[in-house]
């Protein structure tokens, strides 16, 4: 069974998958496809229904800004290991369109190898490939203590003089 | 050199235990071969037609003698006394035992080096002007530039995954020796009218099946703005980018699709939202990246020397060396001196691990311990006093480093091939000692001057054969090693891609057919200074094509 993680600690996942031709429930916290967000049209049941959406990773965020934004949970796709598309759908979802909800990582490429890199680009939480050990891939966000990116100030910061002594070669 | 600082050391050190780990998972069968392989490729590991193949980045070229000594040490620990260094300055060692390239990894890291993207879908090693800093004809140095592009670029989050792999270089001086215009994206440091510096950015050239000249998105790109223009560029590609097929999958592609009009639309319109973010680079930002880089205290009375005359008037074999290998140098009594990789004998491009450590000790001795790979697949040392040159001639000749053919036909670049690579279709190590053994006289090869002779084993084009003055591309014929030839290639700043023959030549054909061509030139040139390119440009393929396939018809 997969599991939902964050840095530091395994989730509870209150969120549930409904299938396209599967009937909404009244209440509830559910996951829609994409495709079946669009087919309701806005016709959306009134009551206590928290929706999330599953987004292809070839969807433009931005041209869709509007209808994504109201949405408490986004889980973006990434259909292989080495598809990282989805990793610039996250970055402008959070960076550009300052996206406050949950930023959910699933797929194929959810694994211990590429969490951080996930991390860096701003998702909040990762529902691992059936095969990862969740305590493993907590330890992973650890792998590197520090970054490069993603923007510069870290760099600015270091290369003032005095700030980081440049070590002997 | 850059010197890396403690953050930069963090970063490699943890590279290794990340790679260690994934090693050790794969060993244990707990990664899936095709997952690792991924990542293995992002630290340069190939696994090649006999053994694993381990890349190294040398960031645009630069190295100390004491990471070529390190590179010496791995030659002889890892491998089979040698490395290659490739057409993109980089080194590759071909007989590391896949168990042992963590070891090799943390060897490399305590010299301040990586394997780091060297390879796998990604944004690769920068690669710049083997004379950087030194050049007559620069604008300024364009390696702080780099360097900033290199960190941007390292283990970026958002673009380690990308459609293909990515590759970016630099130019900032008048003459083009990076050959900025076929690369994913190319730039070239200007100043405007307005005295102020900035770029002037082409994004989809390469070379490879469908071999582009990549065409200017941006005439004139603020200095601040470097590395926001790349972000928008990157995302772009990484969100349009074809993953359908492999071979449309670099952004050449995604720009000819799109149309170049509507691409730089779409990179505009991106840049416009992040350009005044934190990536925007601040006043001092760069000089601060200038002042990690050594300087040297060149001798103000190098040109004072006398020997040097003397020795070229007194010995007719270090004149001849010192007429092709040196090159000018900004600073008055100092030269170039460029270390001839191509020697007879020799695939391109190899060194031995005594080669290097000996010429890691004439760095220390005679060019401030330091070191360029250019992208013909020789070294630089780049900063050598006038009065020394006469000794480091002599040391290198007793090398073997001191083929004096640096431009000329034999000095000629070469991808591994069917050697050592798997995806090869022909030999190319075989066909270039051919070649030498054609065009063993230096007064014949002085007399063919400039030339640049580039040949790969298959369609990738490693070897650059589609920017050839004369290009070679190794086919596969029913099982057989054939040889198609372009005439009329360059990556300079005329970039063009050469144009066919015609019918390929058989692994025999292939040398004397260069032959022919080089006759043709020497029949038609209009004189002794019409190059091989200007004068095919001038004449077409015609009188080639007559020559080369004349026996056929008869
Ligand atoms: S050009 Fe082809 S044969 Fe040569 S190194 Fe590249 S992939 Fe291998």
């Given at each position: ?169 | ?89 980089n080194i590759q060692f071909n007989w590391p035992a896949l168990e042992r390239v963590p070891d090799i990894l943390a060897d490399l890291a305590s010299v301040q080096m990586h394997a780091i993207q060297t390879s796998g879908n990604c944004i690769r090693n920068v690669t710049s002007d083997h004379l950087a800093g030194v050049a007559a004809d620069e604008l300024l140095d364009p390696r702080p530039y780099c360097e900033l592009t290199r960190q ?11 459609p293909r792999k990515f590759k970016i270089a630099f130019s900032a001086a008048g003459g083009d020796r990076a050959a900025i215009r076929v690369h994913d994206i190319g730039v070239q440091i200007v100043r405007n009218d307005a005295g102020e510096l900035g770029y002037t950015i082409y994004v989809g050239g390469g070379l490879g099946r469908t071999p582009i000249i990549g065409p200017m998105v941006r005439e004139f790109l603020p200095e601040a ?149 250019t992208h013909d697949q020789n070294l630089v040392l780049a900063d050598v006093r006038q009065g020394d040159l006469y000794p480091l001639w002599q040391s290198l000749r007793d090398l073997g480093l001191a083929t004096p053919n640096i431009g000329l036909l034999t000095d000629l670049i070469c991808c591994p091939g069917l050697d050592f690579c798997s995806l090869a279709n022909a030999g190319s190590i075989g066909v270039a000692q051919d070649i ?119």
């Amino acid at each position: 069974m997969s599991a939902l993680i964050r840095p530091g600690e395994v989730l509870d996942n209150r969120w549930i998958e409904i299938a396209d031709d599967a009937d909404l429930p009244a209440s509830g916290q559910v996951i829609l496809s994409w495709a079946r967000w669009l087919s309701l049209d806005g016709q959306i049941p009134t009551g206590d229904l928290q929706i999330g959406l599953r987004l292809p990773n070839t969807l433009d965020v931005v041209a869709h800004a509007s209808q994504l934004q109201s949405h408490p949970l986004l889980v973006l796709d990434f259909p292989s290991f080495a598809d990282g598309r989805a990793y610039s759908q996250a970055r402008l979802l959070k960076a550009r369109l300052g996206y406050r909800g949950e930023l959910r990582a699933a797929g194929q490429a959810v694994v211990r190898d590429q969490l951080q890199s996930l991390q860096n680009c701003g998702f909040d939480s990762y529902q691992l490939r059936g095969d990862q050990d969740p305590a493993l891939c907590i330890g992973a966000f650890a792998d590197f203590s520090a970054s490069y990116q993603p923007n510069l100030l870290a760099m600015r910061k270091r290369l003032r003089p005095g700030s980081h002594a440049p070590l002997a070669q | 050199m850059y010197r890396y600082d403690q953050y930069d050391q963090t970063l490699v050190d943890e590279r290794v235990i990340q790679f260690r780990d994934q090693t050790r998972r794969y060993l244990a069968g707990e990664l899936p071969a095709d997952e690792f392989r991924a990542l293995r490729l992002r630290n340069g590991l190939y696994v090649q037609r006999f053994a694993p193949m381990l890349r190294i980045a040398i960031p645009y070229g630069l190295l100390s003698s004491r990471q070529l000594r390190m590179l010496g040490h791995i030659a002889r620990t890892y491998d089979k006394h040698y490395g290659h260094f490739t057409t993109r300055q980089n080194i590759q060692f071909n007989w590391p035992a896949l168990e042992r390239v963590p070891d090799i990894l943390a060897d490399l890291a305590s010299v301040q080096m990586h394997a780091i993207q060297t390879s796998g879908n990604c944004i690769r090693n920068v690669t710049s002007d083997h004379l950087a800093g030194v050049a007559a004809d620069e604008l300024l140095d364009p390696r702080p530039y780099c360097e900033l592009t290199r960190q941007w670029a390292t283990f970026h989050p958002e673009f380690n995954w990308l459609p293909r792999k990515f590759k970016i270089a630099f130019s900032a001086a008048g003459g083009d020796r990076a050959a900025i215009r076929v690369h994913d994206i190319g730039v070239q440091i200007v100043r405007n009218d307005a005295g102020e510096l900035g770029y002037t950015i082409y994004v989809g050239g390469g070379l490879g099946r469908t071999p582009i000249i990549g065409p200017m998105v941006r005439e004139f790109l603020p200095e601040a703005d470097l590395l926001s223009y790349f972000e928008a560029v990157l995302r772009v590609y990484n969100r349009l980018g074809r993953r359908d097929n492999i071979y449309k999958a670099r952004i050449k592609i995604l720009v000819k699709e799109t149309g170049l009009a509507a691409f730089r639309q779409m990179v505009e319109a991106e840049w416009e939202q992040i350009k005044d973010s934190e990536l925007r680079l601040q006043p001092g930002d760069l000089d601060a990246m200038r002042a990690r880089f050594d300087t040297f205290d060149y001798d103000p009375s190098a040109a004072s020397d006398t020997s040097f005359d003397a020795h070229l008037a007194a010995d007719s074999a270090f004149a001849a060396w010192a007429r092709r290998n040196l090159q000018p140098h900004r600073v008055a009594g100092y030269k170039v001196a460029f270390v001839s990789l191509k020697a007879q004998g020799i695939a391109p491009g190899d060194m031995t691990d005594t080669q290097m450590d000996a010429v890691a000790e004439l760095a220390d001795r005679y060019a401030f311990g330091e070191v360029r790979v250019t992208h013909d697949q020789n070294l630089v040392l780049a900063d050598v006093r006038q009065g020394d040159l006469y000794p480091l001639w002599q040391s290198l000749r007793d090398l073997g480093l001191a083929t004096p053919n640096i431009g000329l036909l034999t000095d000629l670049i070469c991808c591994p091939g069917l050697d050592f690579c798997s995806l090869a279709n022909a030999g190319s190590i075989g066909v270039a000692q051919d070649i030498f053994d054609l065009f063993d006289n230096l007064d014949d090869q002085h007399d063919i001057g400039p030339i640049k002779v580039k040949m790969s084993g298959c369609m990738n084009g490693c070897g650059h054969h589609s920017v050839g003055h004369i290009g070679i591309l190794g086919v596969d014929k029913k099982g057989e090693e054939w040889y198609q030839v372009t005439l009329g290639g360059s990556a300079e700043n005329d970039a063009s891609l050469g144009d066919r023959t015609g019918p390929s030549f058989s692994r025999d054909e292939i040398a004397p057919a260069v032959q022919k061509i080089i006759d043709v030139y020497l029949r038609m040139r209009n004189s002794e200074d019409e190059t091989f390119l200007a004068c095919y440009r001038r004449i077409g393929m015609a009188p080639f094509k007559a020559e080369l396939y004349a026996t056929e018809a008869a």
